[in-house]
T-cell receptor, first 116, second 112 residues
Framework: DTAVSQTPKYLVTQMGNDKSIKCEQN?????MYWYKQDSKKFLKIMFS???????INETVPNRFSPKSPDKAHLNLHINSLELGDSAVYFC???????????????FGEGSRLTVL | SQQGEEDPQALSIQEGENATMNCSYK?????LQWYRQNSGRGLVHLIL?????REKHSGRLRVTLDTSKKSSSLLITASRAADTASYFC????????????FGTGTQLKVEL
């Protein structure tokens, strides 16, 4: 039973197209994230939601729009795709941060986006 | 440069040897975490060490944290071929808004 699942695993598309990636977690976590991993394996946070509310937006172009219909789902929609958007996008979830800080993140398997 | 920089970038050892990876960071943290990523897969949490802790063990893993030097190390003892993966440190920056900032990663290859 997959804890954090994201679909699709692979996306190949043309520049200028719009695409979506879906993410669902069955861990009962309140916080969900999108991270982008580039070709050098550098991971950068894009967005974070807590109980459906956006709490982190790391200066991501507004072509990227996250949507959280409920706390178990966080989808990512990308408009007008560019070559530089090619990357692996990871969804993750965690319990709400407490006094000890951000806890363990549970990651999905990633969605590899290739823009031609 | 990055909040978390790891050293070395790549490490190749023989099975049975120990592997040590280092992570340096710049600002005060709540905690520091280590993750493993197998090729083509998602990241998997290995261990979390709080800012008031100095050392933590989990199986063949040993993590140390030196907040005065802003550095951490991950030691994998008696390595196995299955330990071949990329290893990332991630810092929860104090006052940084409940997010993890990942380091640049160390690619470990364990050869038979």
């Amino acid at each position: 039973d997959t804890a954090v699942s994201q679909t699709p695993k692979y996306l190949v598309t043309q520049m200028g197209n719009d695409k979506s990636i879906k993410c669902e977690q069955n861990l009962g976590h309140d916080t969900m994230y999108w991270y982008k991993q580039d070709s050098k394996k550098f991971l950068k946070i894009m967005f974070s939601y807590n109980n459906k509310e956006l709490i982190i937006n790391e200066t991501v172009p507004n072509r990227f729009s996250p949507k959280s219909p409920d706390k178990a789902h966080l989808n990512l929609h990308i408009n007008s795709l560019e070559l530089g958007d090619s990357a692996v996008y990871f969804c993750a979830s965690s319990r709400t941060s407490g006094r000890a800080g951000t806890g363990e993140l549970f990651f999905g398997e990633g969605s590899r986006l290739t823009v031609l | 440069s990055q909040q978390g920089e790891e050293d070395p970038q790549a490490l190749s050892i023989q099975e049975g040897e120990n592997a040590t990876m280092n992570c340096s960071y710049k600002t005060s943290i709540n905690n520091l975490q280590w993750y493993r990523q197998n090729s083509g897969r998602g990241l998997v949490h290995l261990i979390l060490i709080r800012s008031n802790e100095r050392e933590k063990h989990s199986g063949r893993l040993r993590v140390t944290l030196d907040t005065s030097k802003k550095s951490s190390s991950l030691l994998i003892t008696a390595s196995r071929a299955a330990d071949t993966a990329s290893y990332f440190c991630a810092t929860d920056i104090a006052g940084g808004g409940n997010k993890l900032t990942f380091g640049t990663g160390t690619q470990l290859k364990v050869e038979l």
